[in-house]
């Protein structure tokens, strides 16, 4: 069964830890990006550490091997356990990653297909098939794909096998949970549970969506 | 006549503020990248900020258009001069990033081209022309590409015209510095100055290659 990713896209400190916190029982993982991390800090994994959940950094990291290893090894040494870099820079910079990830014990996802309007210009069609299957060669632990595109999900799942497909796209993008909740590992909301009324409840309801 | 950008590429604040200060006489600006922001905060721009000297935050900035304007927000706000997005994740994206540094009467360079030889994988023949051009409809200050590849960086002045084009590679990486001095607006070297035994020595001596 997937399990529900929250993407913690604050970028206030004290606003990040007390949403987490509420939301924590409903979920399996908390994603965080660099607008929270340059506001906040690295040390907000220190922060969020005492909730139990593993932390996946979404740098989207995009840089030369070399580069891309020293970000890698401070995210883990700062307390997270899992990354994700762009898979459309070349696989000797998702290896970098994926290696000082699995150094760390932690785990490394690779981006292989995007959403926004852009995404088209590059990733043309074959590209994502292309970035998935060569991050399954650099032994990460599985891609980011999105949820609004439940038959693209699909094609890649024949390419990563076993390994995990997290999925963004649920909730504010439109994408439906209940027809992607199959097909992937990790569904993961932002928006539709950090800006509801009751953030707590909204996980709740994605949480049941879920397992029904 | 090309001015030299040094890549602060160290992960310790002290290190880094010790070195920018004793190079600071010979360099035109400071590029700074994610190991050393994430290790000594995005306050490494205030830091630095006595010295005078333009601040390129290096970020290679690769996500969603929402994302890219947070990222350019906060680096600017915490008074950088300059941002370095991706060009291949689309246009959107590198506008989203462009107009933000705008809007702080920042600069934004794009990503055009990448000298690593993952980079050969999906930056195919053809892509980095495109992706320039659409840096330029983006309205882009200028773009990246490796001083390692002169004739490829003649090809993109084609495109770019008067905007700039900045060179990394030059030193550690190989590029010759009289190669690539009269075609770029910027040449940016790392480990050849500041792993020198005495970094504003070697400083000193790139900049007058650079006007020789």
Same mark, same amino acid.
């Given at each position: 069964m997937a399990e529900l990713i929250l993407a913690l896209d604050v970028v206030k400190r004290d606003e990040a830890i007390s949403i987490a916190g509420s939301c924590a029982p409903h979920i399996g993982a908390i994603?965080?990006?660099y607008p929270l991390v340059l506001a906040a800090g690295l040390s907000i994994a220190r922060d969020l550490k005492p909730l139990g959940l593993p932390l996946i950094a979404d740098f989207k990291v995009a840089d030369i091997p070399n580069t891309n290893t020293l970000i890698t090894d401070l995210v883990f040494g700062a307390g997270f356990s899992a990354i994700i870099c762009q898979g459309i820079v070349g696989t000797d910079s998702v290896r970098a990653c994926v290696?000082?990830?699995h150094r760390h014990n932690g785990e490394c996802y690779v981006v292989a297909e995007m959403s926004h309007p852009g995404a088209k210009e590059f990733f043309v069609p074959g590209t994502p098939e292309q970035i998935a299957a060569n991050a399954m060669i650099a032994k990460a632990d599985g891609i980011i794909a999105p949820a609004t595109r439940p038959e693209r999900? !699909?094609? =890649?799942?024949?390419?990563? @096998?076993?390994? !995990?497909? =997290?999925?963004p796209g649920v @909730?504010?993008?439109g994408g439906d949970i209940h027809a992607i909740a199959g097909l992937v590992d990790g569904v993961i909301v932002g928006r539709a549970i950090y800006e509801a009324k009751d953030p707590a409840k909204a996980a709740q309801e994605f949480a049941r969506d879920l397992r029904t």
């Open positions: 994603k965080i990006g290696q000082a990830a999900v !699909k094609a =890649l799942r024949g390419i990563v @096998g076993k390994r !995990k497909i =997290l999925s @909730g504010a993008q």
